[in-house]
């Protein structure tokens, strides 16, 4: 079994090697191989140059984007990559920890799933720091469950663990963060197995780096009428 982990990166300098450690330490059963698949949405902060730097050592799969296509671009790219039974996203920053692909491939696997996403909602603890960015992932989850019969808490999370081979059936179109929402309300719409667990969340600041905001989730109502209203 092979386990590809797309990587999405845009000016991460600052967390990069940080967070491509925490991957290569997560320890997988003996059936797992990892795949690594890091796609850098062209850079300027030194990210790229980093990155460059790590391909000699061809322990990674790198694909760097002449220009900034979006965050969704970025994974649609990563899935034609991917060769892994499963496949599993991750951000650059250090918002979500890579230890959860653990938990999630077992939940996955005990429960006979398509699909299996970490949900930050589930958790005990609130971990957003804006209250309007909670408002919207909420809200635009109850959107698409009322609209596709989904059983979500958590559409917009990065953690997603999918099987490959659906993923690469999805003729996902989205460019930006709505990638997110297009990959759930998709799932539920062709009925999918989906799962969510609970899973810890250290959100960052705008100052720190944030990139998502409200025109993000705007595009993502838009994304979920317009697939609603598609034939």
Known sequence: MKLSIIVCVYNEIKTIEKILEKINKVNLSTDFKKEIIIIDNNSSDGTKEFLKNLKVSNEY????????????????????????????????????????????????????????????????????????????????????????????????????????????KLNLQSKGFNLDFEISLKLAKYKFKCGEIAIDYFPRTYEEGKK????????????????????
């Open 61 to 168: 799969k790198i694909i760097f984007q002449k220009k900034n296509l979006g965050k969704g671009n970025s994974i649609i790219t990563g899935i034609k990559e991917a060769s892994g039974d499963l496949t599993v996203f991750q951000d650059a920053d250090l918002e979500y920890e890579p230890d959860n692909f653990i938990r999630l491939i077992d939940y996955l696997n005990e429960n006979k799933l398509d699909a299996v996403f970490g949900s930050r909602i589930k958790h005990h603890e609130d971990h957003f720091y804006y209250k309007l960015n909670r408002f919207a992932v909420v809200n635009l989850t109850r959107l698409i469950n009322f609209l596709f019969k989904g059983s979500f808490t958590d559409v917009a999370t990065n953690h997603k663990l999918i099987k490959t081979d659906i993923l690469k």
């Open 212 to 231: 998502i905001n409200f025109s993000d989730a705007i595009k993502s109502l838009f994304i979920i009428f317009y697939f609603y209203f598609k034939s």
